[in-house]
C-alpha cells in the first residue's frame, strides 16, 4: 500500500536568555548531542535543523541561536522575525538570571506577539543544590504569561528532548 509522506511543516525557533545559561549547550546537546564545558559566546550566529515526526506529522525546526550579542540586548527584528516558537532560558543558579528572562518575554512579546508558542527553561538542574530560583515561583510566572515549563540539565541530557518535543507540539497544534 503507498503511504504518502507527511507534508513538512518548517518552523523558526528562537532561542532567548542572557549569557552562559546554557543556550548554545542546550541546541548542541539536542541537535548533535554533544556538551563543551567552555562558554564560547564568540560562536557565529547561527542556526540548526532537526526533523521530528509526531504522529503523521513531520516538523522541521530551524532553531536560531545567538552570537553572544544578547549580553548588548541587541538581537533585532531579524532575529525575530517569523519565529512560531521561543525558548527563553535562565539559570536555575542565577537568580538574575530568571529577573531577565521575563524581561526577554517581555521584549518578545512587544516584537512578535501572542502567535508565538513560548517554553521557558531552568537549565543546569545538575547544580541543584545550588538553586536559588524555586521551582514553584517559575512554574507560576510561565502560567501567567501562558508559556510551558521544563527544566533541563544539557550537561547530563536532561530534559532536553521533552523540551522541544512539547514546543513543537504547541506549535503544531496552533496550525
Ligand atoms: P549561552 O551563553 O547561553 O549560550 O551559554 P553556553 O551554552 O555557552 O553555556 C555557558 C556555560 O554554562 C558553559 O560553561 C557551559 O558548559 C555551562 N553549561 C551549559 N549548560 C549546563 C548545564 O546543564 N549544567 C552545567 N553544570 N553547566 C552548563
Ligand atoms: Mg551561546
Known amino acids: 500500500v503507498h503511504r504518502p509522506r507527511p507534508s513538512t511543516v518548517k518552523a523558526k525557533v528562537v532561542?532567548?536568555?542572557?549569557?552562559?545559561?546554557?543556550?548554545?549547550?542546550?541546541?548542541?546537546?539536542?541537535?548533535?548531542?554533544?556538551?563543551?564545558?567552555?562558554?564560547?559566546?564568540?560562536?557565529?550566529?547561527?542556526?540548526?535543523?532537526?526533523?521530528?515526526?509526531?504522529?503523521?506529522?513531520?516538523?522541521q525546526l530551524a532553531i536560531w541561536d545567538t552570537a553572544g550579542q544578547e549580553r548588548f540586548h541587541a538581537l533585532g527584528p531579524i532575529y525575530y522575525r517569523d519565529a512560531q516558537g521561543a525558548v527563553v532560558v535562565y539559570d536555575i543558579t542565577d537568580v538574575d538570571s530568571f529577573t531577565k528572562a521575563k524581561n526577554w518575554i517581555k521584549e518578545l512579546r512587544r516584537i512578535v506577539g501572542d502567535n508565538i508558542a513560548v517554553c521557558i527553561v531552568g537549565n543546569k538542574i545538575d547544580l541543584e543544590k545550588h538553586r536559588t530560583v524555586s521551582h514553584r515561583e517559575a512554574e507560576d510566572y510561565a502560567s501567567s504569561v501562558g508559556a510551558t515549563h521544563f527544566n533541563t540539565s544539557a550537561k547530563q541530557n536532561k530534559g532536553v528532548q521533552e523540551l522541544f518535543l512539547d514546543l513543537s507540539k504547541n506549535i503544531l497544534e496552533s496550525k
Open 15 to 59: 532561542l532567548l536568555g542572557e549569557g552562559a545559561v546554557g543556550k548554545t549547550s542546550i541546541v548542541l546537546r539536542y541537535v548533535e548531542n554533544k556538551f563543551n564545558d567552555k562558554h564560547e559566546s564568540t560562536l557565529q550566529a547561527s542556526f540548526l535543523q532537526k526533523t521530528l515526526n509526531i504522529g503523521p506529522r513531520r516538523i
